[in-house]
């Protein structure tokens, strides 16, 4: 554990007293970057972004958050500053919980609490139903934190997946495409109508690579293959039922079921809400879309504020308090 926190490299990019910093976490196939808000000995606070995003998502949202909290948000593998993964190797959740495990470990954090945005609160509801004696809130942000699928359907997607991967390496050997900033920009808001111009700006902040003629997208591409790791719904809700953190779900309301789901789908996330309902978490619907945490952040922050102070800070002060009396 201690020869993994040497490894931690903190690059400080400002002079305020809480001034963001890179992270930096060594792992098998080369680094895990990402930023660092709030004082060190904060209570802990794992940030997730979403697919193809990179935790810029967070850079407007985070600074409206509790100032008793150390918020570290990752780079995904293949996304942002992170390395990418090994040639031949697929992204899936499980190896994403991986991840988050070995930036948990370098970190020496012990209990936590996790914000995931969409991919992300996927990741953070594995994690938490895989490590819940490690978790003490989540919050998913347009996220069920689990993707059900048709167990009649896995078959062609797992050789579907599988097929895009043979392609993909055939494929290597073309031109990275270069882009001027402008046409970057255009690409990626064609790409995600729910993101503003400003929001596309933050994000490609980690998102491009400067060149020779222009710039690149810095993700691996191998991100928008077919996703061949599949659960069912049955499975989901086992997953689900051994969550013990609390957790608040904030859904928006031109968001992830109206943008992405299909119709067979809305069975699923039906089942999934009424999971956290029937264990007394919270779900909410706020206005905005897909990325309204990044987009509008003051309309998310206050539940997500509010949601910490009550169901971690407030505890941990009172725990606090208790054991300061006692001696």
């Not at 993994?4 to 792992?27: D, F």
């Not at 407007?60 to 090994?86: N, W």
């Not at 919050?139 to 993909?168: A, H, I, W």
């Not at 996703?227 to 719904?233: D, E």
Request: glycine content about 8%.
């Amino acid at each position: 554990m201690m020869r993994a926190l040497k490894g931690v490299r903190h690059l400080h990019t400002g002079t305020m007293k809480q001034a963001v910093s890179e992270l930096s976490i060594p792992v098998p196939w080369g680094e895990i970057r990402g930023k660092v808000w709030g004082p060190d000995h904060g209570h802990p606070v794992l940030c997730l972004h979403g697919w193809a995003d990179n935790c810029g998502t967070f850079n407007t949202f985070i600074p409206l958050l509790p100032k008793e909290c150390r918020y570290v948000a990752m780079d995904l593998a293949g996304h942002g500053q992170s390395s990418h993964r090994r040639p031949g190797v697929f992204y899936s959740f499980p190896s994403y919980v991986m991840d988050v495990r070995r930036v948990i470990d370098a970190m020496q954090w012990n209990k936590f609490s996790i914000i995931g945005h969409s991919m992300g609160g996927n990741i953070a509801g594995l994690f938490s139903a895989l490590y819940p004696e490690m978790v003490d809130a989540v919050v998913l942000l347009d996220s069920y934190g689990f993707l059900p699928t048709d167990p009649n359907e896995m078959p062609k997607v797992m050789r579907q997946g599988m097929d895009e991967m043979l392609q993909f390496e055939k494929k290597t050997e073309e031109k990275t495409r270069v882009y001027t900033y402008a046409k970057a920009v255009e690409r990626l808001l064609a790409a995600n109508p729910s993101l503003s111009v400003q929001s596309v700006r933050m994000l490609l902040e980690r998102g491009l690579v400067q060149v020779e003629g222009g710039v690149v997208f810095s993700r691996d591409f191998r991100i928008n293959l077919k996703n061949i790791v599949r659960i069912s719904l049955e499975q989901s809700l086992e997953m689900q039922s051994r969550i013990q953190a609390s957790v608040l779900v904030i859904l928006a309301e031109s968001g992830f079921e109206k943008i992405f789901a299909e119709p067979d789908q809305k069975k699923f996330t039906s089942a999934l809400l009424q999971g956290y309902r029937d264990r007394n978490h919270t779900v909410v619907t706020v206005p905005g879309n897909h990325h309204v945490h990044l987009n509008n952040p003051e309309v998310v922050a206050p539940l997500v504020s509010d949601f910490l102070q009550t169901k971690v800070l407030s505890q941990l002060a009172r725990l606090t308090n208790e054991q300061t009396s006692k001696l």
